[in-house]
């Protein structure tokens, strides 16, 4: 089985998001993709992100039309049930890194299962600043979503540097868009040059917050969502 993993804050889930997850989907023939919301991603620890709960009933919302796509709760908050209470408390929050949620999920699947992570570009060129970015590279196929403006050597560039090809092997390709496969010792990354679908989340917040409708951006659901919660409003 041919399995895709898509994490990210989606706040809110956005129609880029889904364009890649289509995208990877008929390209690499995918069983199923996981969409993952970060509970508290590690480069926006102190970024105040709209309750994990609205996150994923956004995400819930937007795949629910689509039966290879599935919502995951892989990097969701961990509750306990007091001794002395019958509510709910959250455990003290704790980082989610790609390394850790990648060896959870891949811990529950077979050994012929494959695992293809997918991920923007914009992204991915920070790739080499992530926990375990050489473990994680190792542990399935990368599928990048590409977009003009971006050179194969930079990608090649991104990567930590054991996993790096010599200057002279990659310096040719600084002309060559960020496309096709590229497979090195310990990392095989596949970049799709069809999928360039521009969109901010940020954009998509401030437009709720001043009553714009998102329909352009979101899934109609999502869009309804966000409108009957207000939850991108003005405080």
Not at 192 to 199: A, I
């Amino acid at each position: 089985m041919n399995i895709g993993i898509l994490g990210g804050t989606f706040d809110p889930i956005h129609n880029g998001h889904l364009a890649l997850a289509r995208a990877a989907s008929a390209r690499f023939s995918l069983n199923r993709v996981l969409f993952v919301p970060s509970n508290i991603p590690p480069h926006k620890p102190k970024l105040s992100l709209t309750p994990f709960i609205h996150r994923y009933s956004m995400v819930a919302l937007a795949t629910q039309g689509e039966k290879r796509f599935q919502p995951s709760l892989l990097e969701a908050p961990d509750f306990t049930v007091p001794r002395t209470s019958s509510s709910l408390k959250r455990q003290e929050a704790t980082v989610n890194y790609s390394i850790d949620t990648v060896r959870k999920l891949k811990a529950s699947l077979k050994k012929s299962d494959r695992l293809f992570f997918l991920i923007g570009i914009d992204a991915f060129i920070d790739i080499a600043k992530w926990r375990e970015a050489t473990a994680l590279l190792s542990e399935c196929a990368f599928v990048v979503a590409s977009r003009p403006g971006y050179s194969l050597r930079e990608v090649a560039e991104s990567l930590p540097e054991g996993l790096r090809p010599a200057s002279p092997v990659i310096l040719p390709f600084h002309k060559q868009p960020a496309a096709g496969d590229l497979v090195l010792p310990g990392v095989t990354l596949h970049l799709l040059e069809d999928v360039n679908y521009r969109v901010s989340a940020t954009a998509i917040r401030a437009a709720a917050a001043a009553g714009k409708p998102l329909a352009r951006w979101v899934d109609p659901h999502v869009a309804d969502y966000i409108r009957k919660l207000s939850l991108f409003s003005r405080k």
